[in-house]
Nanobody
Framework: QVQLAESGGGLVQPGGSLRLSCAAS????????MGWYRQAPGEQRELIARVTRGGTTNYADSVKGRFTISRNNAENTVYLEMNNLKPEDTAVYYCNTAGDLLNWGPGTQVTVSS
């Protein structure tokens, strides 16, 4: 069974930065496109960033220009670099495929507050 494990979240002040990591138990190259999702309290989970096997990226408008998704196929890891964080970025962040979803990992909490 494929396992995904997110890490790197925490409490950060507005304008700050965090780098999230997602380690997969299988080859992410074989999976294909990977994505970062987030779920804020009372909201539905949403896809915010996507990276293809070859490195092409797409972003939700809410994070475009501030977040950068990347992947290391050799290490089966997906990253999300988050800059200029805002209070509305507060959520639990998850990684998963950008296609047929796998079982969700535990996520990592990001809280942006002064």
């Amino acid at each position: 069974q494929v396992q995904l494990a997110e890490s790197g979240g925490g409490l950060v002040q507005p304008g700050g930065s965090l780098r999230l990591s997602c380690a997969a138990s299988v080859s992410i190259f074989s999976i294909g496109a990977m994505g970062w999702y987030r779920q804020a309290p009372g909201e539905q989970r949403e896809l915010i960033a996507r990276v293809t096997r070859g490195g092409t990226t797409n972003y939700a408008d809410s994070v475009k220009g501030r977040f950068t998704i990347s992947r290391n196929n050799a290490e089966n890891t997906v990253y999300l670099e988050m800059n200029n964080l805002k209070p509305e970025d507060t959520a639990v962040y998850y990684c998963n495929t950008a296609g047929d979803l796998l079982n969700w990992g535990p996520g990592t909490q990001v809280t942006v507050s002064s």
